[in-house]
């Protein structure tokens, strides 16, 4: 089957912008994390989805970031105004939300702010 | 709060040579441990996790780990390696009793395994 997709593979956008990052699951999914990757680091949590709720923001690192899964489905991270330092790989990962259960990963979406 | 060290951020080993990627984690609780792998321009793959019971797994591509409680260990080991296992590795953790269901994932920083001829 189908596995995670995320849309764009890179953004290329300039410092100030708005940029929005989309997330489609493994269908059935219920569960679905965002994660960050910067150059040389393992990924960072960003926010959890369970079903259409935000059940944890707390990675988060500032106002300027938000994210929305408005059907339960796909997801989307919108970032305000862009910095330099939001450069990185954006990773989408889900799975059943269970005990244990394996996070799937999509391939990342490449974010350079110039 | 959880965290997780790799010590070596850069593994050069031969082809067909034993490797050992070790990790090494912090938690004020019971968690579950993962190794995924990253090959060049892919997505991070699962390659073995544990939950419980036996202590060593075994995981895809012959790759097999061990979990020891009283070192807070769980190192990656592999008898033979081959250059297609040329990758990034990174180890992760989640929290065993999450109240909310939310089994996010704390991941060390990874350790690059070149395999040459």
């Known amino acids: 089957g189908a596995g995670v997709s995320q849309t764009p593979s890179n953004k290329v956008t300039e410092k100030g912008k708005y940029v929005e990052l989309r997330c489609d699951p493994i269908?059935?999914?219920?569960?679905l994390y965002w994660y960050r990757q910067s150059l040389g680091q393992g990924p960072e949590f960003l926010i959890y989805f369970q079903g259409t709720g935000a059940a944890d923001d707390s990675g988060l690192p500032n106002d300027r970031f938000f994210a929305v899964r408005p059907e339960g489905s796909v997801s989307t991270l919108k970032i305000q105004r862009t910095e330099r330092g939001d450069s990185a790989v954006y990773l989408c990962a889900s799975n059943h939300g269970l005990a244990g259960d394996t996070q799937y990963f999509g391939p990342g979406t490449r974010l350079t702010v110039l | 709060a959880q965290s997780v060290t790799q010590l070596d951020s850069q593994v050069p080993v031969f082809e067909e040579a034993p490797v050992e990627l070790r990790c090494n984690y912090s938690s004020s609780v019971s968690v579950y441990l993962f190794w995924y792998v990253q090959y060049p321009n892919q997505g991070l793959q699962l390659l073995l996790k544990?939950?419980?019971?036996?202590?060593l797994v075994k995981g895809i591509n012959g790759f097999e780990a061990e979990f020891n409680k009283s070192q807070t260990s769980f190192h990656l080991r592999k008898p033979s390696v081959h250059i297609s296992d040329t990758a990034e590795y990174f180890c992760a953790v989640s929290d065993k009793n999450s109240g909310g269901s939310n089994y996010k994932l704390t991941f060390g920083k990874g350790t690059l395994l070149t395999v040459n001829p």
């Open positions: 269908s059935g999914h219920t569960a």
């Open positions: 544990y939950l419980s019971g036996s202590t």
